[in-house]
């Protein structure tokens, strides 16, 4: 099995038989940078107009000591009929972490997944937890993943695999008031456990909560990438949220000036 990175985006990587799934695997990364998202969108438009043919093979998709029909063929056991479509790399170099789009054949049709390898408690075990909480008692008017399956890919990799929620369209969800938002997470996540070092007021937070991680689909708001969450202080999440959209706000601002 090869892969094709996507032009101008080389975390993204295709496989060689699933041409139009560079778009899907885009909305799978999200962005937080306007000129990041430019290129993104222009590589996948690429690969879906031309196909992967015309593109160099790309070395980055593989995990240390499995390339990627081993991975395929570990996950196979967990999940039968499962095909890696695609591939996103980390933007932290040296982290070790990786995204795959899959596709698995169910008896009656084919359906898309997302399967994240990271070392063992590296934040796949929380945001397991977190999630089939979620799956129980939903966020009202937010949607999270499903956890399909949950394992070891080898005694140092742990892989989560959860439904694809929304690739058919994606964009950053700015400015949400989210008012009730603490008081329905800490709801639902109460049984998450409590490290004993958490201060006494200390909440059930998200960790991540920005607008590339919260995103407006063709499902609604859906809120994604779970690995951080745990307790913390009350009123975090709003914060980093009001500050991440005020930022991507000044960006857009600035950007806007400047074509005038």
Same mark, same amino acid.
């Given at each position: 099995?090869?892969?094709?990175?996507?032009?101008?985006?080389?975390?993204?990587?295709?496989?060689?038989?699933?041409?139009?799934?560079?778009?899907?695997?885009?909305?799978?990364?999200?962005?937080?940078?306007?000129?990041?998202?430019?290129?993104?969108?222009?590589?996948?438009?690429?690969?879906?107009?031309?196909?992967?043919?015309?593109? !160099?093979?790309?070395?980055?998709?593989?995990?240390? #000591?499995?390339?990627?029909? *081993?991975?395929? &063929?570990?996950? $196979?056991? =967990?999940?039968?009929?499962?095909?890696?479509?695609?591939?996103?790399?980390?933007?932290?170099?040296?982290?070790?972490?990786?995204?795959?789009?899959?596709?698995?054949?169910?008896?009656?049709?084919?359906?898309?997944?997302?399967?994240?390898?990271?070392?063992?408690?590296?934040?796949?075990?929380?945001?397991?937890?977190?999630?089939?909480?979620?799956?129980?008692?939903?966020?009202?008017?937010?949607?999270?993943?499903?956890?399909?399956?949950?394992?070891?890919?080898?005694?140092?990799?742990?892989?989560?695999?959860?439904?694809?929620?929304?690739?058919?369209?994606?964009?950053?969800?700015?400015?949400? !008031?989210?008012?009730?938002?603490?008081?329905?997470? #800490?709801?639902?996540?109460? *049984?998450?456990? &409590?490290?004993? $070092?958490? =201060?006494?007021?200390?909440?059930?937070?998200?960790?991540?909560?920005?607008?590339?991680?919260?995103?407006?689909?063709?499902?609604?708001?859906?809120?994604?990438?779970?690995?951080?969450?745990?307790?913390?202080?009350?009123?975090?999440?709003?914060?980093?949220?009001?500050?991440?959209?005020?930022?991507?706000?000044?960006?857009?601002?600035?950007?806007?000036?400047?074509?005038?």
């Amino acid at each position: 099995m090869t892969g094709r990175s996507v032009p101008f985006s080389s975390r993204f990587i295709v496989s060689d038989h699933a041409d139009r799934s560079a778009r899907r695997v885009r909305m799978l990364a999200g962005t937080s940078d306007w000129r990041r998202d430019l290129l993104d969108r222009a590589g996948a438009f690429m690969i879906l107009v031309a196909g992967t043919g015309p593109w !160099p093979s790309s070395p980055g998709w593989s995990w240390p #000591g499995h390339d990627a029909a *081993e991975i395929e &063929r570990r996950l $196979d056991t =967990a999940m039968p009929g499962l095909r890696i479509e695609a591939a996103v790399t980390p933007r932290q170099p040296g982290r070790k972490r990786l995204s795959l789009l899959c596709r698995v054949a169910d008896p009656t049709a084919s359906r898309d997944i997302v399967v994240k390898l990271a070392q063992v408690g590296d934040g796949l075990e929380t945001e397991a937890a977190a999630l089939s909480l979620l799956t129980e008692r939903p966020l009202p008017g937010i949607a999270t993943p499903r956890v399909l399956a949950m394992g070891e890919l080898d005694g140092d990799t742990t892989f989560l695999a959860t439904d694809a929620l929304g690739l058919d369209r994606q964009r950053p969800a700015i400015g949400e !008031p989210l008012r009730r938002f603490e008081r329905d997470l #800490g709801d639902r996540l109460r *049984e998450l456990p &409590r490290p004993a $070092d958490a =201060a006494s007021d200390a909440v059930p937070v998200h960790g991540d909560l920005a607008p590339w991680n919260l995103r407006r689909t063709s499902r609604g708001l859906a809120l994604f990438d779970w690995e951080a969450a745990g307790w913390g202080a009350p009123g975090s999440d709003l914060a980093f949220y009001r500050r991440s959209c005020d930022e991507l706000a000044r960006t857009s601002m600035s950007v806007t000036a400047r074509r005038r």
